[in-house]
């Protein structure tokens, strides 16, 4: 499992007091999250789909000192969403950030394309985001504060070849972003959302070399990102110097969209 390798140029009590839950947080982008927050003293929610892969990350947060509460959850069954959010208050007694990152590919033509990889895609990263800002609204409107962060991609603005579903989705959650950020603005809360480019983690090292020095040719920083790159433009946005900022989307590509 990796955890966040590039120490934190942030202050470490910046987020303390406040909680967070972080979606898809066993391995890569999440697990960066986690820690990054954890490190400026939040208090941790990490939820992934399985007890095992969570209790990962669970005790390796532990063993840092950090307070965190792992559990199961799928953001794609509502139900689920509902305990872990339940959960979390129950635990910490507040909710401050969220961080909407799980995600899914199921890459094929369109052409080819199957319904239920659509439909599988759709539902982790589009519905599952929506289903975890729509519980987060109301302890957040009862605090008349919240950040919530929303994990897109810079295919969600580019498209890509073989990638529909998750394009569609991602794009999605731009939209989804600027509208929540719209009707929850007087009450305190931020939303906002980061398009990270190509960062090496699992989802990515399934795609072949070739096609990976094509994808560099594309970057004019000519490298790779790494989670914990994703992990300090969530830390900007979750925190105080980012009061001022809503229904944004924040690239973190290595100018890879422009
Ligand atoms: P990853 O595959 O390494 O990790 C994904 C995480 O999400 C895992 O912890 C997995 O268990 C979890 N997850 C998947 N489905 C879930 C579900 N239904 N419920 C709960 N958890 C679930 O991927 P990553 O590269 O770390 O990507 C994290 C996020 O960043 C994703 O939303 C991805 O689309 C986005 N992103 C990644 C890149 C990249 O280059 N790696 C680029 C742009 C966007």
């Known amino acids: 499992m990796d955890m966040a390798t590039v120490k934190s140029i942030f202050k470490d009590d910046m987020l303390s007091g406040k909680t967070a839950i972080v979606t898809g947080a066993s391995r890569g982008i999440g697990a960066a999250i986690a820690h ?22 669970e005790s390796a947060l532990k063993e840092k000192g950090y307070t965190v509460n792992a559990m199961a959850a799928d953001v794609s069954l509502k139900a689920d969403v509902e305990a872990l959010v339940k959960e979390t208050i129950a635990q910490f007694s507040q909710i401050d950030i969220l961080v909407n990152n799980a995600g899914i ?119 790779f990102g790494i989670p914990e790159d994703i992990a300090d433009a969530v830390c900007f946005l979750a925190s105080d110097a980012a009061r001022y900022i809503t229904g944004q989307t924040l690239q973190v590509d290595g100018g890879m969209a422009m």
């Open 36 to 57: 990054r927050l954890c490190e400026v003293g939040a208090n941790v929610t990490v939820c992934s789909r399985s007890t095992e892969s969570v209790s990962q990350i």
């Open 105 to 223: 590919t199921r890459d094929m033509l369109l052409m080819r394309l199957k319904d239920e990889d659509w439909d599988a895609v759709l539902q982790t990263n589009l519905t599952g985001t929506m289903y975890c800002s729509r519980e987060v609204l109301r302890p957040m409107i009862r605090q008349k504060s919240g950040r919530i962060i929303n994990i897109s991609s810079v295919v969600g603005l580019m498209g890509n070849v073989g990638q529909a579903s998750y394009a569609a989705a991602k794009a999605g959650i731009i939209g989804l972003t600027k509208t929540i950020a719209k009707e929850v603005g007087t009450r305190g809360i931020t939303v906002n959302a980061i398009a990270p480019g190509f960062i090496t983690t699992d989802m990515t090292a399934k795609i072949p070399e070739d096609l990976q020095n094509k994808i560099l040719e594309l970057i004019p920083l000519q490298n």
